[in-house]
């Protein structure tokens, strides 16, 4: 009986170890798959801990478009700026995937603009575009008398923390986030919030909490997603469900007082209000259609919350640790934005043109701060070939670009931190032909309008403002990365002296 039983499971196992290595005829190569746990070993023998970095690893033997199979997870994973750059701008991968651990967050339907697909994906993402630029979203005039106004507070914050410190100190831990709701806030919910709000700063630090729980990498629950229900709590879907919970909550609550003014529809203070109306007309015009409901706007201001301070958070906490490291670096900063506004001036976005080596330095930053490292999955939304390779429909593309960035084809010494990398000879900008932060075709970052003229208003200005250092006595920070669906600085404390 035994004999026959070793027989059976060996007859199964040698079965789905053929149907998963040999069956396939056109798929991109990879390394050789064992039944049930795929090639999560080949990973967890890369010595790598964040699953960018074994990709990374991976990418050396198999090339840069390679077939992985994580668990139950089918994928295949790009890791060429010139294979994203081709594969990422066609229509057939213009999907993206939506988790199982993720969607809880939209009642388990595609909803919003970051995870939902087709047509409502089309038209909801071309209307928050639309309606967000009505009230200020890549306007840069707009834009910079909100962020000037925020700045201002900003600022006075940093001094006065520094100043309650007893050491002129400050602590980098979600440090940007408060003031980047209130810019984002104030188009989206026509509202900005105190720095002392008890409430948002609890619901920032659950954020927080929800983006270092997962990643779009290879995540235990993407692997097995059964095991989401058998250990909820060791899986963080207990996390994500409570967070998500608190989310919807919270936004119900902001959509509900905007529903009670009389005037949303012909006097609309923000996204919110546009949207509202938005709902009611189609209920009159078309109520068939469907892609304008409350849920949706509920999920669409989800999406903006997260995507829209996280992001930002993480780049410019980067900033300040890489200026720290690099004091020379801060010093060709502080002296190019005092030639150009001097005895500080206020900062505009106009004169981004006259600051080489400010750009330079933000561009630096966003390679090596590698905030987003693993794009959100794309799905392909139908069959195509591409190098001879097939990708049926459904198939996951995982885009690491955190492989680009750190890539020594592309750069030179790509660990170290140089803003004159992408300077020639000239003085002129370069390299920035083989940089793509914001993603590819049209899943390209919806922020992005927005997210340039923060990153260099709030950077030059706090650079303009203040002399930023390391503790005297105390170890360097590391540059090692919290990990998450993006990524931003381990927490670390800095030295802060104002300058002017
Ligand atoms: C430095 C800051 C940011 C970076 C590096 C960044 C990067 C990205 C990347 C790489 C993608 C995926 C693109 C693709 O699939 O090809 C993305 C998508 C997206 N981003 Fe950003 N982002 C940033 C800031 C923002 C901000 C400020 C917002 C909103 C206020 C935002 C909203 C979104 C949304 C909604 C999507 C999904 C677009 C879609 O699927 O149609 N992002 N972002």
Redesign the pocket.
């Known amino acids: 009986m035994l004999v026959e039983f070793v027989l059976l499971v060996s007859c199964i196992f040698a079965y789905l170890f053929w149907k998963d290595n040999y069956s396939v005829a056109k798929r991109p190569p990879g390394p050789t798959r064992l039944p049930i746990i795929g090639n999560l070993h080949q990973m967890a023998l890369t010595g790598k801990k964040l699953p960018f970095e074994a990709f990374d690893v991976l990418s050396k033997t198999y090339g840069p478009l390679f077939s992985i199979k994580m668990g139950m997870k089918e994928a295949v994973v790009v890791t060429s700026f010139e294979d994203m750059a081709i594969l990422?701008a066609k229509d057939e991968t213009a999907g993206?995937v939506l988790e199982e651990f993720i969607a809880d967050r939209s009642f388990k339907e595609e909803l919003?603009?970051?995870?939902?697909n087709g047509e409502m994906?089309k038209s909801v993402?071309r209307f928050?575009i639309r309606t967000?630029r009505d009230f200020g979203?890549g306007r840069k005039s707009s834009l910079e008398s909100m962020m000037s106004e925020e700045l201002r507070h900003f600022v006075d914050k940093i001094k006065t923390d520094a100043k309650a410190s007893g050491n002129s100190s400050v602590y980098v831990y979600t440090f940007f986030n408060l003031s980047?709701v209130n810019v984002?806030w104030s188009m989206v919910a026509g509202k900005t919030f105190s720095y002392d709000d008890e409430r948002l700063i609890k619901f920032i630090e659950m954020n927080e909490g929800l983006f270092k729980a997962g990643n779009f990498g290879s995540d235990i629950s993407v692997a097995f997603p059964f095991l989401r229900h058998m250990f909820p709590n060791a899986t963080n879907a207990n996390l994500f469900k409570a967070g998500f919970a608190e989310f919807h909550e919270y936004f119900r609550e902001i959509i509900a007082e905007h529903k009670a003014r009389p005037d949303y529809g012909t006097n609309p203070d923000s996204f919110v209000d546009v949207f509202l109306a938005k709902i009611d007309e189609m209920n009159e015009t078309d109520p068939s259609e469907g892609f304008y409901t409350h849920d949706q706007l509920l999920i669409?201001m989800i999406?903006?919350f997260m995507?829209?301070?996280e992001?930002?958070n993480?780049?410019l906490s980067f900033g300040l640790l890489f200026l720290i490291l690099n004091p020379e670096v801060q010093a060709k900063v502080q002296k190019e934005i005092d030639a150009v506004v001097p005895h500080g001036g206020e900062v505009l976005f106009e004169h981004k043109q006259k600051m080489i080596y400010v750009q330079a330095t933000i561009m630096e930053i966003?390679r090596l701060g590698n905030?987003?490292p693993v794009?959100?999955p794309?799905k392909v939304m139908q069959d195509f070939t591409y190098k001879g390779y097939t990708f049926p429909k459904d198939t996951t593309i995982i885009?690491n670009?955190h492989s680009v960035f750190v890539n020594e084809k592309y750069w030179d010494d790509p660990k170290a931190f140089r803003p004159e990398r992408f300077i020639d000879s000239n003085g002129e900008l370069c390299n920035m032909s083989k940089f793509?932060?914001?993603?590819?075709?049209?899943?390209?970052?919806?922020?992005?309008t927005?997210?340039?003229p923060?990153?260099f208003l709030y950077f030059t200005t706090l650079v303009q403002q203040f002399e930023f250092s390391k503790m005297e006595n105390q170890p360097d920070p590391t540059t090692d990365p919290s990990p998450g669906f993006?990524l931003s600085p381990t927490p670390f404390h800095m030295k802060v002296k104002a300058r002017y």
Do not use: H, M
Request: glycine residues 12%; proline residues 6%; hydrophobic residues 50%.
């Open positions: 990422l993206r919003g603009v970051l995870f939902s994906w993402r928050t967000l979203f980047l984002i669409v999406d903006l995507t829209g301070t992001t930002l993480g780049v966003l905030i987003v794009i959100p794309r885009p670009l793509s932060p914001f993603g590819f075709g049209k899943r390209f970052c919806l922020g992005e927005q997210a340039t923060a990153i993006t």
